[in-house]
Each structure stands twice: as structure tokens, then as C-alpha cells.
């Protein structure tokens, strides 16, 4: 299994402003494939949700893209997942829906969510919809477009909260259970 552990010397990102229009915005409403094989309607979900969006799971039969560690925010996917893992349980004590979300395929992402135990569902969005419809930053690597790191609290398909830039990536959980208790309505 890959290191929890993340690197001393990772680079921060910057915050480049790609997420300032978010707040406030309705998710689309628009289906995306589940790691446990059922759509998801992210501007259908009602009440509280977290969808935590990440670059890429890495594997550990499979070498990460060249100079991976060197992309201010890319590494930690793993990490953030597990920590959102480790703290499912006071998540759903406040009614609060997980997703991670990414551009890897179904398939791909069904073996981390196994590999990695997590108790909620990853999703497909392998058509980068939401950078088209949300705006939603993006880098690329190895000529693959793939998802700059933000969180977002939803509720009711609302966007309340952005976490972005989101580092470092494995303290996230925290950072958005901190925010929910802070926010209790």
C-alpha cells in the first residue's frame, strides 16, 4: 500500500482566484457513475454533502506521472481520502453525505475505494463536466487533464463552502469538520 505519510518538501499551492465564483452556485444536475454502480445526482442531493475533488488516486502496480511530487497540490490523494475514511463517522453524525470525485474512470477508482476501505462512493467525471459547468480549475500532466484539488459542502445542491487551495491534503477532513461545527444551523 502507498504511504499515508505525505513528503516535508511538498509545494503549497497558491490560491489563484479559480474558485472565488463558487460559493453560492447550484451543482447541475447532471448523473455521475458510483463506484458501487448507481448515478449520483449531484444537484439532486438533499441536505448536507462533502464532495472532495482530487487530482488522481495513485496506484500502487502503477508509477505516478514524472515530477508528480513537484505539481503544487497533485500528491496527497490518498492521504485526504483516508482521512476523510477516518472521520465518516462524526460526518454522518451531522447527516453530512461524502463523495470523492475525480476524472479517473469507474473502474479504476473502484479498486482505491476497495484497496483503501472507504465507506462512501468515488465518482466518475471522466467528461470534466464540472469544469465546464462550474469552471472548475484544472492542470495537466502526461496530456491528461485532471482536476485541481477543492472541496466543496453542499447543501440542498448549494454550494456553501469552498475549500481551495486544499493543503495540506490529508488535514482536509478536519478543516471541513471544523467548518460544519462552526456552521450548525
Known amino acids: ?8 518538501d511538498l509545494p503549497a499551492p497558491i490560491d489563484d482566484g479559480a474558485a472565488a465564483h463558487l460559493i453560492g452556485l447550484t451543482l447541475p444536475q447532471i448523473e455521475f457513475v458510483s463506484t458501487n454502480g448507481s448515478c449520483i445526482n449531484l444537484g439532486l442531493l438533499q441536505g448536507l ?31 485526504q481520502s483516508c482521512a476523510f475514511k477516518d472521520h465518516f463517522t462524526e460526518l454522518k453524525a ?3 453525505q461524502v463523495f470523492g470525485l475525480s476524472t479517473q474512470p469507474t473502474d479504476y477508482q473502484l479498486e482505491a475505494r476497495d484497496r483503501l476501505h472507504l465507506p462512501f462512493e468515488l465518482l466518475s467525471d471522466s467528461s470534466l463536466y464540472l469544469k465546464r459547468t462550474l469552471q472548475l480549475p ?44 462552526a456552521n450548525q444551523t
Open 94 to 96: 451531522l447527516d453530512c
Open 1 to 8: 500500500m502507498q504511504s499515508l505519510e505525505l513528503p516535508k
Open 138 to 181: 484544472t492542470f495537466f500532466v502526461d496530456g491528461n487533464e485532471l482536476y485541481k484539488r477543492i472541496t466543496l459542502i453542499v447543501e440542498n445542491g448549494n454550494i456553501l463552502k469552498t475549500f481551495y487551495p486544499v493543503f495540506p491534503p490529508d488535514k482536509n477532513a478536519e478543516q471541513v469538520l471544523d467548518w460544519l461545527y
Open 49 to 79: 454533502a462533502v464532495i472532495y475533488i482530487y487530482p488522481m488516486t495513485g496506484r500502487p502496480d502503477m508509477k505516478l506521472p514524472d515530477g508528480w511530487d513537484q505539481i503544487p497540490g497533485a500528491r496527497g490523494c490518498t492521504p
